[in-house]
């Protein structure tokens, strides 16, 4: 059963639109770093390019933009086991469009496996979406105006003066390469936070068949 349901549709559906802008809210609240549309599309703009780059055919893409663009409405309801409720969630609203189970399945999974701390890469739009989402690392995210009352969170994100996720010239490894300003955030307090979500993007990337890089300020770090 093909599906009428695209990235675009949803984008244009108000009720996915209001629970990506409430939980992002919620978030808001809590002192989180920006989780609304300019991180969903760009997790969605990475996912996209990577399995486009892999060769993986359209639908596949459409279907890892669409996951991308709904995997954080579970914040809406807590910031704890996000991934799970917004994959709950996600079932009802693309179920009630009358999309086939088996693209239900492939999104929610995803959905459901892109927090570092419960996730696994199981198939290759899951892998893309948590590549995609945890090397969303830049300073427009950090809401925060006083530098003087940043954590260790608002300080990491801010110091990244220039991010860039890419294939490698052989396309064997997904490379994020940063600039950082450690006067402002030093590398070993970036891997402070990191380091689970880094390692994550090793084991999706690997699941898809390729090695994943960080290069910081020039260096190779992993």
């Given at each position: ?59 596949t893409v459409e ?83 006083d530098m003087l ?63 994943f890089e960080m ?8």
């Amino acid at each position: 059963m093909a599906s009428t349901v695209t990235y675009k549709y949803i984008k244009q559906n108000p009720d996915i639109m209001e629970y990506i802008r409430r939980a992002d809210k919620a978030l808001e609240a809590q002192g989180y770093t920006e989780h609304s549309f300019a991180h969903v599309e760009k997790v969605a703009s990475s996912a996209a390019m990577i399995l486009e780059t892999l060769g993986f055919d359209e639908r596949t893409v459409e279907l890892a933009r669409i996951a991308a663009m709904m995997h954080d409405i579970g914040n809406v309801i807590n910031r704890i086991d996000h991934a799970q409720s917004g994959a709950v969630m996600a079932f009802r609203l693309l179920d009630n469009l009358d999309m086939p189970a088996s693209e239900i399945c492939s999104i929610i999974s995803a959905i459901g496996n892109h927090d570092e701390g419960t996730g696994l890469p199981l198939d290759p739009i899951s892998a893309a979406l948590i590549i995609g989402d945890k090397t969303d690392v830049r300073r427009s995210r950090v809401r925060n105006t006083d530098m003087l009352t940043f954590d260790i969170h608002d300080r990491v994100n801010y110091a990244v003066v220039s991010s860039k996720l890419r294939f490698n010239d052989s396309k064997t490894s997904i490379v994020l390469e940063l600039e950082i300003d450690t006067e402002i955030s030093s590398v070993l307090e970036y891997f402070e936070i990191f380091m689970k979500r880094m390692l994550l993007c090793r084991r999706a990337a690997e699941f898809l068949g390729v090695k994943f890089e960080m290069l910081i300020n020039g260096g190779r770090i992993l």
